[in-house]
Nanobody, 130 residues
């Protein structure tokens, strides 16, 4: 049984930093992407960042957090991370980690599409407020 267990998040002031972790278990670490998505209040889920597990290649695509957030993974600990710097109130959202059972679309649109991810973490709240 595949499980993604998230930790981290919380409340931070604008300009501050937070980090998120996502531990993966029961998943065959393969030639696929893992990533982070978020859902702001009253909005749809949106892509934040992804990384290819085998090649350790980050991808930020059209993410509004590009340049401020950094995705990474530790293949020994089977954990991925999201370091969030220079946080803004607009970053307030529930953050989800996700993993693909196998890569099936290497296009920019495909990597950023939540439909291409098969396993999801439980979600964690990040609130950026003065």
């Amino acid at each position: 049984q595949v499980q993604l267990v998230q930790s981290g998040g919380g409340l931070v002031r604008p300009g501050g930093s937070l980090s998120l972790s996502c531990a993966l278990s029961g998943w065959t670490l393969s030639n696929s992407f893992v990533g982070w998505f978020r859902q702001p209040p009253g909005k749809e889920r949106e892509f934040v960042a992804a990384i290819h597990w085998t090649y350790d290649s980050p991808f930020y695509g059209d993410s509004p957090a590009k340049g401020r957030f950094t995705i990474a993974r530790d293949s020994v600990k089977n954990t991925m991370y999201l370091q969030m710097n220079r946080l803004e109130p607009e970053d307030t959202a529930i953050y989800y980690c996700a993993a693909q059972a196998q890569a099936r679309d290497y296009t920019s649109h495909g990597i950023q599409s939540a439909d291409n991810y098969d396993y999801w973490g439980q979600g964690t709240q990040v609130t950026v407020s003065p």
